[in-house]
């Protein structure tokens, strides 16, 4: 069975940073590309950012969060910095199997995680 389980979220002020986690079990984590995804209250759930399974991720949200991973751990993480009130939402990770392109879509993610709440206030 597997389950991904997020924390690290909270109350923090605008400017501020945060670090989620995401720990993983029941999968060969090493093999699953590894998704953050956002929602706001009355608002569609959006990708944030991912990392590959290899390690490959992309820059997000204008450079101020970054995902990192460890394999050992099973654990992948989202390092939040320079926070915004706009990035207050449930932040949710998502994993997918490595084979194949990678995917922004969360249609495309069959595992995730119950959501963390990362609030900014100004």
């Known amino acids: 069975q597997v389950q991904l389980v997020e924390s690290g979220g909270g109350l923090v002020q605008a400017g501020g940073s945060l670090r989620l986690s995401c720990a993983a079990s029941?999968?060969?984590?090493?093999?699953?590309?590894m998704a953050w995804f956002r929602q706001a209250p009355g608002k569609e759930r959006g990708f944030v950012t991912f990392?590959?399974?290899?390690?490959t991720t992309t820059d997000s949200v204008k450079g101020r969060f970054t995902a990192s991973r460890d394999n050992a751990k099973s654990t992948v993480y989202l390092q939040m910095n320079n926070l915004k009130p706009e990035d207050t939402a449930v932040y949710y990770c998502?994993?997918?199997?490595?084979?194949?392109?990678?995917?922004?879509?969360?249609?495309?993610?069959?595992?995730w995680g119950q959501g963390t709440q990362v609030t900014v206030s100004s």
């Open positions: 998502a994993a997918r199997d490595g084979r194949g392109l990678i995917s922004t879509s969360k249609n495309d993610y069959g595992y």
């Open positions: 029941g999968l060969t984590f090493s093999n699953y590309d």
């Open positions: 990392i590959r399974w290899r390690g």
